[in-house]
């Protein structure tokens, strides 16, 4: 994301829109101090927002308020508790989405889409959408929230929210066997003599692998 | 459509994924590229890990052999000429197809091509390259390719392989001369090891290339470890100077798992997965901490420690390295501090001129203080006991009592 619509969407996280005309100047104000941060501090408190914590507003004040008295925010993370907490937690935003851009499982449905639900710990299916947007430039792409029943269609680099009206498509006839082909591999490529199930849970929580299809029992129950 | 016409697809894949699981390496960084004039595709500079598999080994790339035939007979493959297995093939098209799909569901990073060699070397090559050319070119595919470059390939077919590739690697399995005359009599080290240096000739001159693919990732290998009497000495001076002298990314290590009955080879009851794990910290301390080799490992005393890591093993050698003060030391002191990697250290450097650091920030740092702690000292204070520091044996004790036994393996 650019630094500009960083700003943006950080001010919208703190004083929406449609609040009175008294925020004005409030809202200036804000944008003023956030244009001052660099685009990996700014980075850091949109992930930290993404987490959807309680005290997130209140949080980023006090960061602002930090910074306004003319020191590095981030060399107080080890004194000062609010600092330490918004970068310890949006280092687990952004482990959370690079997770995801393995994660992540599309199959192919028909209208020929490519539907891939997920159920994260945070708010993250706007930069997630963002890479699969460009990486999969000619797909039409439906990304789905099932944790918070929110989604976003990617299509040609560009990511759109929407909402899921009706039921999702019936799988594509090749869907099944493309599939199953991949669960075949995933058996067949861990080596027996060094069976390490402990470590593969650590790398592989539970709490994701209903939705990673070569850990569910069937294609049905995997995908919900 | 190809893939649906092939009932036998599954038996295929299964076969040639498990005659490609030994080779360890699926890495899928080093480069970075999002191109717009990709159909489908991207890398990422870090790599992207898809899954895990049952032994807790990453999957981040298709990893597969084009074929499991091979004219070859080296003592510790599974597809040795001599075994008595189902053999079979991929046509590229097939391959290209199944990569294709399996990556735009997003199973997966890329493709990692190896082979076993049916009829000659530069003829399946050539199939290998027509399999990313297939991807490349009709799928228009900008994810990650990693192609196994065959022993006795052309100059030609190889600069080809590389002009296709993200990352190419050719396996060198053994560490001399010797080992290689015994258990892989068809292959010669000396050739093999002219050819890794051609490739990374090849590389070298093609840097700058702009245009492309050029295997922008570089070079790799692979070792297996304990299926010969070599010591670790003699497999970390060739990693030592494949790093030095080829610039290879990586040099892999693979625990030798028994697939033949083979009178040259080992009876193991397990694959020797402390040992593997114990190289591969030592061959972090030579491309990331600045340790030279025979700080590591020396012709007297050929082997780690398997008790100890290897940075421990080499503090405890050297105590009078230590305490070192963490509030002025450089970089490269900082370093040699068991307990303290590249990240904590360069965190070190940039939080102590402001704030003072003792065992409590430390440790928000990321540095691991069970080990660290008897080492250092900020502004001439130890943070632990005096008494420690004053007294190496005891230190070292203590030291022994905390060292990590237990194995944990990730690459």
Aim: aromatic share 10%; with cysteine.
């Amino acid at each position: 994301m650019k630094e500009i619509s960083l700003v943006e969407t950080i001010r919208e996280a703190l004083i929406p829109k449609q609040q009175s005309l008294f925020a004005q100047t409030t809202r200036f104000e804000i944008t003023e101090q956030l244009k001052k941060l660099d685009s990996s501090t700014l980075k850091t408190l949109y992930f930290y927002i993404l987490s959807e914590g309680e005290n997130v507003k209140e949080d980023i004040s006090h960061f602002l308020q930090r910074k306004s008295q003319s020191r590095e925010p981030y060399l107080d993370s080890l004194s000062d508790r609010v600092i330490e907490r918004i970068y310890s937690v949006a280092q687990k935003v952004r482990r959370e989405i690079h997770r995801f851009k393995g994660f992540m499982r599309f199959r192919e449905v028909e209208g020929k889409y490519l539907y891939g639900a997920f159920s994260p710990d945070y708010n993250i299916i706007l930069p997630l959408s963002e890479h699969f947007a460009k990486r999969f430039r000619e797909e039409k792409i439906v990304i789905h929230d099932i944790k918070r029943n929110i989604a976003t269609f990617c299509h040609r680099g560009r990511v759109f929210k929407a909402v899921i009206e009706r039921e999702i498509p019936k799988p594509t006839p090749p869907e099944q066997l493309i599939s199953e082909l991949w669960k075949r591999y995933f058996d067949e490529i861990g080596i027996k003599e060094r069976e390490n199930r402990k470590l593969q849970r650590q790398k592989v929580p539970l709490k994701y692998r209903r939705t990673i299809i070569e850990f569910g029992k069937n294609l049905k129950e995997s995908y919900l | 459509m190809l893939i649906k016409s092939s009932p036998s697809l599954y038996e295929k894949l299964a076969l040639l994924a498990r005659g490609a699981k030994f080779d360890v390496s699926c890495a899928s960084s080093g480069v970075a590229r999002e191109s717009k004039s990709a159909k489908i595709g991207s890398t990422a500079r870090f790599g992207i890990c898809h899954s895990w598999s049952s032994d807790g080994r990453c999957i981040s790339l298709l990893k597969v052999l084009l074929t499991n035939f091979c004219i070859n007979d080296c003592a510790y493959c599974i597809n040795r000429r001599k075994n008595d297995i189902d053999r079979t093939i991929l046509l590229p098209e097939e391959l290209a197809k199944l990569t294709y799909e399996f990556y735009r569901r997003n199973y997966i990073e890329g493709l990692f091509l190896s082979s076993g060699i049916m009829g000659s070397a530069e003829r399946t090559m050539e199939m290998m390259i027509d399999t990313v050319k297939i991807l490349r070119q009709k799928y228009g595919f900008y994810g990650y390719v990693h192609l196994k470059i065959l022993p006795y390939t052309s100059e030609q077919t190889i600069r080809e392989a590389i002009k296709w590739a993200d990352r190419v690697s050719m396996n060198l399995e053994l560490p001399n001369e010797q080992s290689m005359k015994s258990l892989a009599p068809e292959k010669k080290f000396s050739e093999i090891l002219g050819t890794i240096n051609r490739i990374s000739q090849i590389l070298r001159e093609r840097q700058d290339q702009k245009e492309g693919f050029f295997s922008k990732g570089g070079q790799s290998t692979q070792i297996i470890v304990g299926a010969t009497s070599d010591t670790d000495y003699e497999i970390l001076k060739l990693s030592n100077l494949l790093y030095k002298r080829n610039r290879l990314r990586r040099v892999y290590y693979s625990g030798y798992i028994p697939v033949n009955n083979d009178s040259r080879l080992p009876a193991l009851t397990a694959p020797p997965l402390l040992r593997e794990h114990r190289l591969y910290q030592a061959d972090w301390l030579l491309r990331f901490y600045g340790f030279s080799l025979d700080e590591i490992v020396d012709p007297r005393n050929p082997n780690l420690d398997e008790n100890v890591d290897p940075k421990l093993s080499w503090a405890l050698r050297n105590l009078n390295f230590f305490p070192v003060d963490i509030s002025n030391a450089p970089l490269e002191v900082l370093l040699r501090i068991p307990g303290v990697g590249p990240v904590s250290a360069k965190k070190i450097i940039h939080f102590r001129r402001h704030t003072s650091l003792g065992l409590r920030e430390l440790k928000k740092l990321g540095v691991v203080i069970k080990r660290a702690k008897y080492f250092i000292t900020w502004r001439g204070k130890p943070l632990i006991e005096r008494s420690l520091i004053d007294s190496p044996e005891r230190l070292s004790e203590q030291v022994q009592l905390f060292s990590e036994n237990q194995l944990r393996i990730s690459l």
